[in-house]
């Protein structure tokens, strides 16, 4: 079993940074690639990053592309998401995912970025941006 544990969240101001971190448990955690989700009050849950298992490769959804940075640290157990220049739309709770396996398909030439596609999740942080 492997379980995901996320901090870092919080009420920041519009523009400012927060880093949320997501530490997994198991001794096979460069097995899987990871990935964030949001979740808005009253929306579905939504994908804004994902990270291969080496950490080599990244995609973005675009609402959040060029403030946020995932990254993960396989001697840590742990990933990342950097967030820059936040925007109250950003605010929601976020979730950490791991997926067995790698994070992009070669057979479709797709990423993962459903919320079916990833086996494990934490239990999610708030993030609030005020105007």
């Known amino acids: 079993q492997v379980h995901l544990v996320e901090s870092g969240g919080g009420l920041v101001q519009a523009g400012d940074s927060l880093r949320l971190s997501c530490a997994v448990s198991g001794r096979t955690f460069s097995s899987y690639a990871m990935g964030w989700f949001r979740q808005a009050p009253g929306k579905e849950r939504m994908f804004v990053a994902t990270?291969?298992?080496?950490?080599?490769?990244?995609i973005y959804a675009n609402a959040v592309k060029g403030r946020f940075t995932i990254s993960r640290d396989n001697a840590k157990n742990t990933v990342y998401l950097q967030m820059n220049n936040l925007r109250p739309e950003d605010t929601a709770v976020y979730y950490c995912a791991a997926r067995r396996g790698p994070y992009y398909s070669a057979n479709s030439g797709r990423y993962y970025s459903s919320r079916g596609e990833y086996n494990y999740w934490g239990q999610g942080t708030q993030v609030t941006v005020s105007s």
């Open positions: 990270i291969s298992r080496s950490g080599g490769s990244t």
